[in-house]
Structure formats: structure tokens, C-alpha cells
């Protein structure tokens, strides 16, 4: 007697798709910058980002973004991972954003998947959030700049939702209500944070941009369009004060310091 050939076909069927679900909830890993023969970033035109879209070959891809920046292999490579540099409008300051290309092979030639950013916020600088046209009616406002005290923010290093201080809530929930109030016109706000000069440069980097994406959440929250709201984190660079003595962290030198401890708010809008 033959065996019933459902139920193996039933197991075939119920395997690939939990593969596929696998597949769709692995996480997107980035290779530390570090690593990369270029050990910052490289410049690259906008457009040139842009134009890298599922379905374009291996040599298509070089010919927009180049070689890939890091080591990744010869045979059989299916990710290519780059770091560019961006400017963020504000004199020569830059930021240096990962991005890695997937690529799937398709009747034998591998063609790109998808793309990722290891910051999503980085696709801001390729695609910037489209400007509403400004009516004849309303009045373009002068750019407004809010600094906040990142000591009245959060608790001392703390950067995420849960070291946030209650009044440091309070107080982005009323600058959220002051922007609605007061621009009916968004065109965009800049959320920026700042570290002072104790510890290294690549932990008051990611501490600076943590605080700044609290803010951002906070503001979201508050019923600010996150469409409108980019957020970036500038390290220990730009600094209020810089005539504080010392180098270790005393209670003098981290109170000196305290003016560089901040998040700035710019807003760009009309009545």
C-alpha cells in the first residue's frame, strides 16, 4: 500500500514558509565603520542614491555608488555595504551614514533587492521631506531656535525615553503645542543634540544623537508631522564654552561644562 503523500507535502509546504518568515524578521547587521578601508566616509551626490532601485545589476550599482567600502568577499556576495558622508546644512559640519545594498540572484545574475539604512533618518539627506508650497497668504517666519538645558532633559547620561525627566517632558510637550499654535506652515524642524568634551568622541557621538531622537519622539508624540522632523547628534563638537579648565570629571568641570549639555530646536515655518 502507497503512503498518503499530504501530509509530506503538508510539512514541505509549512517548512518554506516558516523559512520566509525567517527571511522577512532577520535583522539588517551593519559592519562597524571601523572596518571600512576608508575608516570614515566617502562623498557621494544624492542623485546617485537615488538612482540605486530594486532590479539594477552588480554594474550598475558601481557605476552610481562605486566599490563597496567594506571587505566583502569575491564569490557569491549578496550584500554590499557603503559610508557616505553628508553635509547637514550647517556650515562644514557632516554626518557619515551606512547604507547597504541587497541583492537577490535572478536568472542567474544578481540584481538588488533592497536597500537600508543602519539610521533611518539618513534617508533624509537623499530624499528630504517634500516643502508645502508656502501660499500667498501666509508670512514666512524667521527661523526659530530653541536651546534646552540637556541637564533639565534627562538624567546625567542618560539619553532614552526612560531617563527623560519629567519636566524635561513637560517642557517638549509645550514647545510641541507652541509650534502648532504658532506655524500653521510647517516647512521643517531641526532637533540637534550636543555632549560636552568629557569622554570619548564616539560615545558622546551616539549619546548626542540618542538625546536628539528622544526629542524627535517626544515632539512626534505631541503631534509634530515626524515627516517634518530630522534629528542629528553633533558629539562635543561646537561647544558654548570652552574655557573650562581640567580634564578629569570633577564636580567644578562638569558644571563649567554644563552650557554644552544641550539640544537645539530649530523650526522653519509660517503664520
Not at 513637560?170 to 543634540?193: Q, S
Not at 515626524?226 to 570629571?249: F, I, L, N, W, Y
Amino acid at each position: 500500500m502507497s503512503k498518503p503523500i499530504i501530509p509530506a507535502v503538508l510539512a514541505a509546504v509549512l517548512l518554506a514558509v516558516a523559512s520566509c518568515n525567517a527571511f522577512a524578521a532577520e535583522e539588517i547587521k551593519f559592519p562597524e565603520l571601523k572596518s571600512s578601508y576608508l575608516k570614515t566616509g566617502d562623498f557621494v551626490g544624492p542623485d546617485h542614491v537615488r538612482r540605486v532601485r530594486p532590479g539594477l545589476s552588480k554594474d550598475q550599482v558601481r557605476l552610481e555608488l562605486g566599490n563597496p567600502h567594506f571587505d566583502e568577499g569575491i564569490f557569491g556576495v549578496s550584500e554590499w555595504d557603503y559610508a557616505f558622508n553628508f553635509y547637514t546644512g550647517k556650515g562644514n559640519d557632516q554626518v557619515t551614514c551606512q547604507m547597504k545594498v541587497r541583492f537577490a540572484r535572478v536568472e542567474g545574475q544578481y540584481r538588488v533587492e533592497s536597500t537600508h539604512w543602519k539610521n533611518p533618518d539618513c534617508a533624509l539627506f537623499v530624499q528630504p521631506p517634500e516643502v508645502v508650497p508656502v501660499a500667498a497668504s501666509p508670512t514666512l517666519l524667521p527661523p526659530q531656535k530653541v536651546t534646552l538645558n540637556a541637564d533639565g532633559l534627562f538624567r546625567f547620561d542618560g539619553s532614552g525615553p526612560s531617563d527623560l525627566l519629567p519636566e524635561g517632558r513637560e517642557r517638549v510637550a509645550r514647545l510641541a503645542a507652541d509650534i502648532r499654535a504658532n506655524f500653521k506652515v510647517l516647512h521643517y524642524v531641526t532637533v540637534t543634540g550636543y555632549t560636552d568634551r568629557l569622554g570619548t568622541d564616539a560615545y558622546n557621538q551616539a549619546l548626542s544623537q540618542a538625546r536628539a531622537n528622544s526629542v524627535r519622539d517626544l515632539l512626534v508624540q505631541a503631534g509634530i508631522d515626524r515627516s517634518k522632523v530630522r534629528a542629528s547628534g553633533m558629539g562635543k563638537r561646537q561647544p558654548v564654552v570652552s574655557d573650562c579648565e581640567g580634564t578629569h570629571a570633577t564636580p567644578e568641570l562638569v558644571r563649567c561644562l554644563q552650557p554644552n549639555r544641550r539640544v537645539e530646536i530649530d523650526v522653519v515655518g509660517g503664520t
